[in-house]
């Protein structure tokens, strides 16, 4: 049972264009949502993340969105560049600091 | 500072083999956890360890046994490797388990890539 779902799985966007990846989570127990970007033959990498009392977080061009109410978050990615052409996951965190992670979105942004 | 490190980044595997991957980190981090990434499934907790002498379990423990002897070290053991054991193995590890704060945040190792035939 996946308890954080993600979509779209893949995402192509022309350059300068918005990235929108969602997110849906059941386990209201979750304490800290954040978003990791994966280059090939890399390992997740911190992007940002936000807590369930805060409905907005940008940094540059990524903001996350979150809905408590609704359980869903999302990511966005404003003015898309080929460089941010990874796989993006949002993961949840639990007890004892467990991620539970979504299926990753496969981004890619033309030039 | 290296950060996570695994060993080895390759390996193929006979069904039924045993072998270890290594993970260490040099952060001095109480937390450590092995996830494994497939397909469509993100990644998944196997094994996760809060401090040195203890561990417990994750999402998917079967088939994977680990240890912490040292805090610096959390090497995750495949005791008879099995074809649905291939997969992308990420060790990852964080100051502590307490509450969000910036100093918790989970890093990453860069992965070992598991082949079982």
């Known amino acids: 049972q996946q308890q954080v779902k993600q979509s779209p799985q893949s995402l192509i966007v022309q350059k300068g264009g918005i990235s929108i990846i969602n997110c849906a989570y059941e386990n209201t127990a979750f304490d800290y949502f954040p978003w990791y970007q994966q280059f090939p033959g890399k390992g997740p990498a911190l992007l940002i993340a936000?807590?369930?009392?805060?409905s907005e977080k940008k940094e540059g061009r990524f903001t996350i969105s979150f809905n408590k109410s609704a359980k869903q978050f999302s990511l966005h990615i404003m003015d898309s560049q080929p460089g941010d052409s990874a796989t993006y996951f949002c993961a949840a965190r639990g007890a004892g600091n467990m991620l539970t992670f979504g299926g990753g979105t496969r981004l890619m942004v033309k030039p | 500072n290296a950060g996570v490190t695994q060993t080895p980044k390759f390996q193929v595997l006979k069904t039924g083999q045993s072998m270890t991957l290594q993970c260490a980190q040099d952060?001095?981090?109480?937390?450590m956890s092995w996830y494994r990434q497939d397909p469509g499934m993100g990644l998944r907790l196997i094994h996760y360890?809060?401090?040195?002498?203890?561990?417990d379990q994750g999402e998917v423990p079967n088939g994977y046994n680990v240890s912490r002897s040292t805090t610096e070290d959390f090497p995750l053991r495949l005791l008879s490797a099995a074809p649905s054991q291939t997969s992308v193995y990420f060790c990852?590890?964080?100051?502590?388990?307490?509450?969000?704060?910036?100093?918790?945040?989970?890093?990453f190792g860069e992965g070992s890539w598991l082949t079982v035939v």
């Open positions: 936000i807590r369930p009392d805060v």
């Open positions: 990852a590890s964080s100051y502590s388990q307490g509450p969000f704060l910036p100093g918790n945040t989970i890093y």
């Open positions: 360890s809060v401090g040195a002498g203890i561990t």
């Open positions: 952060m001095n981090h109480e937390y």
